[in-house]
């Protein structure tokens, strides 16, 4: 498998330093431990919202790094958790004696290790909080998963607890406004090919070239069922009817969509995906407020996508429609 890369071994140091030297307004590059933080250090009396996770996901988190979402992103190796050394010294480095806000995804490796840096930075007088984000409705305790995985409903987590934070909210607010989020965001993905991992240099799992996997894991992990290609319509009915029913969603209802592309996906298709979506929401009287159509959580070259769905009230809505400048997002400034 082709890959546009220098080394293995510098593949995610080199990234962060491409995103750097491209938003150099927006964000800094510490290469030891490893993270991403804001340009211009520490905003005063502000929550500090740190994330991360395995590389190989791009955007997440470190395009979400910028004014109005993260303070600071620690990417581990392609598809492997961040080590508490990252998160603790990111904390350090973004903390503004308002406290840090942790928000991770439902890997194992993940929740252990920001726990971890939880305790210390706590045993030095920092106050912090972390949020769980275990939002994909394929399946429970999957590989590297005790419970859901954590998946797309993370952007929503960043987006609106980062408005929160530049509002200067509390703590607590900061942490509740989090857990809101998490608590009525759900997704699900399929995929139409495997992911490759440059380090293998071979498709993560076999797939058949008629066949695709409904609720496949953002690192291949298994799904739902292997079955028979479909038309983009159906898929969208298989991955979006259970999200839907879990939330549950009902008619009156009005949500934040999201139709993500798996980094391999073209744009074109995911518009295709996004206009059933968006009809079928619209036949169940559900309002789509808002919406984002592309990359936003990835796995490496994967062809497929995701649905996640929001369910929002007033409160999560201005808060997402609040400014936002990071190099993935932007919008209000």
Not at 40 to 54: M, N, Q, W
Not at 80 to 100: C, H, I, K, L, Y
Not at 298 to 320: I, N, P, Y
Request: proline residues 5%; negative net charge.
């Amino acid at each position: 498998m082709k890959k546009l890369i220098n080394s293995i071994d510098t593949i995610v140091d080199e990234a962060c330093e491409g995103l750097a030297a491209a938003h150099p307004d927006l964000v800094r590059f510490n290469r030891e431990p490893r993270y991403v933080a804001r340009a211009g250090g520490p905003v005063t009396a502000k929550v500090a919202l740190v994330s991360g996770g395995g590389a190989g996901h791009e955007p997440l988190h470190g395009g979400f790094v910028g004014a109005g979402m993260l303070d600071a992103a620690c990417p581990g190796e392609v598809f492997t958790s961040p080590v508490p050394d990252q998160m603790e010294a990111a904390g350090r480095a973004t903390s503004a004696n308002a406290g840090v806000l942790f928000i991770v995804k439902n890997y194992t490796g993940d929740v252990m290790n920001f726990e971890l840096a939880a305790e210390l930075l706590q045993a030095d007088g920092i106050e912090v909080r972390s949020v769980l984000v275990e939002d994909d409705v394929a399946v429970k305790d999957s590989t590297w998963t005790a419970g859901r995985r954590g998946v797309g409903a993370t952007v929503f987590v960043e987006k609106i607890a980062g408005a929160a934070a530049e509002r200067k909210g509390s703590l607590a607010d900061v942490e509740r406004i989090a857990k809101k989020v998490a608590d009525n965001g759900r997704s699900m993905g399929m995929a139409l090919t495997s992911c490759t991992v440059p380090a293998k240099g071979s498709p993560t799992f076999e797939l058949g070239e008629g066949d695709m996997e409904i609720g496949v894991g953002i690192h291949g992990e298994p799904g739902r069922e292997r079955m028979a290609l479909k038309s983009a319509a159906e898929i969208v009915e298989l991955i979006a009817k259970p999200t839907i029913e879990d939330l549950p969603l009902k008619r009156g209802d009005t949500v934040i969509a999201m139709t993500n592309g798996m980094g391999g996906t073209p744009l074109i298709e995911l518009y295709i995906a996004h206009n059933t979506l968006a009809k079928m929401l619209s036949g169940l009287g559900i309002t789509v407020a808002y919406a984002l159509v592309g990359n936003y959580i990835t796995s490496l070259d994967m062809q497929g996508f995701s649905v996640s769905l929001l369910r929002a009230d007033k409160e999560l809505l201005d808060l997402w429609k609040a400014p936002v400048h990071a190099p993935a997002l932007r919008w209000g400034v």
